[in-house]
């Protein structure tokens, strides 16, 4: 049900596309309807009103929503999938607390500038956080950073009152909704109740206590795995929204290679939409195949003790890295083949291919970078 009150916003979302771009996020009114399908509540523990569907139900979700607009489609997910990491980690009376009283909405930056001091009973939070995609309309916020004056590494969970969102989120080349405003903390005290230990991987032979409470292995909150997919399932919907748009151009027009001949009869023009086609169908058959790995993985350490390797957690994070990079792929031969005078500005197809190349900026993309670590992952395990 909540798969098709998705898909039931993509023409809200199509027409909120330059108002999106412009505001910085999708509209408060698509936020409601977001709300009332139950959108945010996909992977909330039923303990807590919430739905405790799959992995592969919130990916779903998130390929709906960035297929009416992929820089919206970038704030929901990365509003809405943090969820699982809080109800692994944090204890049942914060969980208790930060889902009890409505939707949770929380992006999570991996903090480089901003400060992080360990005082007694917790830590005191100062500056200024960038690039926390899905800030608008978040209720809190995770904040990863070493602690300073130490080696220890630090997951603050903060409520919506502790931080300011800063209105600077303009002049990026795409993903101009995708809500990545910066956040601003002023002398914040965080107890140690609202915080764990890195990102909650240090150990993977340890079952997680949220895990073990909720009774369910979608909570074993191994975040170097499955948040790449929910990247991977805004690249989906990018490249989904591209073919569809190719498409619409290809049949009122004529071919430039064959006077006469419609482009939609033209054989070149079939090929690229034909092999476009082919990698979005396969990137989107990675992105579920990814969360089902993740899955099945976590139900055996759950079932059976047997602890996920970084190695394994390296090769399903790449199973949504490729999937990427075939979005990537089919969104290019798409935009290869519109037409210049087809990708001015305010084009559908000028956004989604700003909005793809924005996403290649992304950390959890780089190819090169995401290959050499997979390989040391390997070389590890199987050496070991």
């Known amino acids: 049900m909540v798969l098709g009150r998705a898909g039931a916003l993509m023409a809200a979302l199509r027409e909120d596309q330059d108002a999106a771009d412009a505001r910085g996020t999708y509209s408060p009114q698509i936020h409601a309807e977001m709300i009332a399908a139950g959108m945010y509540d996909v992977t909330t523990p039923t303990a807590f009103g919430g739905m405790q569907l799959p992995l592969s139900v919130l990916a ?20 809405a999938q943090h969820t699982t990491t809080v109800a692994a980690h944090w204890p049942m ?13 929380a992006p999570h930056q991996f903090a480089r500038p901003g400060d992080v001091r360990a005082v007694e009973g917790g830590y005191l939070v100062d500056g200024v956080y960038p690039f926390c995609s899905g800030a608008p309309y978040s209720t809190h916020i995770l904040i990863t950073a ?35 405003n910066a956040v601003r903390f002023d002398g914040v005290f965080v107890d140690r109740a609202h915080a764990i230990r890195g990102i909650g991987e240090d150990e993977l032979d340890v079952v997680p206590s949220g895990a073990i409470a909720h009774g369910d292995p979608l909570y074993l909150g191994r975040l170097s795995a499955y948040h790449p997919t929910g990247l991977a399932a805004v690249a989906v919907g990018t490249a989904r929204a591209a073919l ?3 498409e619409a151009m ?15 009869a033209d054989p070149l023009f079939q090929q690229t939409l034909g092999r476009a086609t082919a990698d979005a169908d396969a990137a989107e058959a990675l992105v579920y195949s ?3 790995a993740y899955g099945a993985a976590a139900r055996r350490q759950f079932a059976a003790g047997d602890a996920l390797t970084s190695a394994e957690l390296a090769r399903i994070a790449g199973l949504a890295t490729s ?6 792929r089919s969104v290019e031969a798409v935009f290869e083949h519109v037409g210049t005078m087809r990708i001015g500005d ?19 993309y780089h190819p090169a970078v995401v290959a050499v670590e997979r390989g040391q992952a390997v070389l590890e395990a199987s050496g070991s």
Request: net charge neutral; charged share 25%; proline share 4%.
């Open 290 to 292: 990814a969360a089902d």
């Open 250 to 264: 290809l049949r009122p027009a004529s071919s430039r290679n064959a006077a006469g001949t419609p482009r939609a």
């Open 93 to 105: 009376a914060v969980q208790e607390e930060v889902f009890t009283t409505g939707p949770f909405l």
């Open 323 to 328: 999937a990427m990079q075939l979005c990537v």
């Open 60 to 79: 779903a979700t998130i390929v709906e929503v960035a297929t009416g607009n992929p820089g919206s489609g970038w704030c929901f997910a990365l509003a």
């Open 146 to 180: 070493a602690v300073r004056d130490s080696d220890e590494r630090v997951t603050i969970l903060a409520p919506r009152a502790d931080y300011e969102i800063l209105d600077d989120w303009r002049g990026a080349m795409g993903m101009k909704a995708s809500g990545s």
């Open 346 to 364: 305010g084009s559908r197809m000028q956004r989604y291919f700003r909005d793809i190349s924005m996403l290649r900026t992304h950390g959890r």
């Open 244 to 246: 569809e748009e190719f």
